[in-house]
């Protein structure tokens, strides 16, 4: 029961990027085709990693990561800034394009946690909070984020 109740909160998670991505094709022309949009949301989730560690993450060759992080500079929806501490090294972020194009896919999640937070008495909604922290932070391992003790800089 718990494995279909998740299941089922994912596929609509799932199912909203999905539609967001396809909207932005019927609203306008598409500027991005859905791998790129998939590269720039990793990029966007990895907070600022080197074009190394996107490729890593993604398990692309280097060569196959760079030239789709240069369609995206070219595009307008990436940027190379300098590191503080190694100037040879370059750290990709997203521009204002980018979230403007995207609608900044947090929003969906903001209401659903909002209509969570009116549905369910407070210490309900804490007990979540610490059940998803577990879970995002020590049961999912495989995908390290910024911020989690298992997140490498490789």
Avoid: W
Wanted: charged fraction near 30%.
């Amino acid at each position: 029961m718990l494995e279909q109740a998740f299941s089922e909160v994912y596929t609509k998670f799932k199912l909203n990027l999905y539609r967001r991505i396809f909207n932005r094709f019927e609203e306008r022309e598409a500027t991005l085709t859905a791998v790129e949009t998939f590269c720039v949301e990793v990029i966007y989730a990895l907070g600022r990693p080197t074009i190394n560690q996107f490729a890593h993450f993604v398990q692309i060759s280097q060569a196959n990561a760079a030239y789709k992080v240069a369609c995206l500079i070219r595009k307008g929806y990436l940027t190379k800034e300098r590191s503080t501490q190694d100037k040879r090294e370059y750290h990709l972020a997203v521009t204002d394009k980018y979230l403007e194009y995207n609608g900044i896919s947090y929003d969906y999640v903001r209401l659903v946690v909002d209509r969570a937070r009116k549905r369910f008495p407070p210490a309900d909604v804490r007990k979540l909070e610490e059940m998803l922290t577990v879970i995002a932070r020590e049961l999912m391992p495989e995908i390290p984020l910024p911020g989690d003790a298992n997140f490498s800089s490789k």
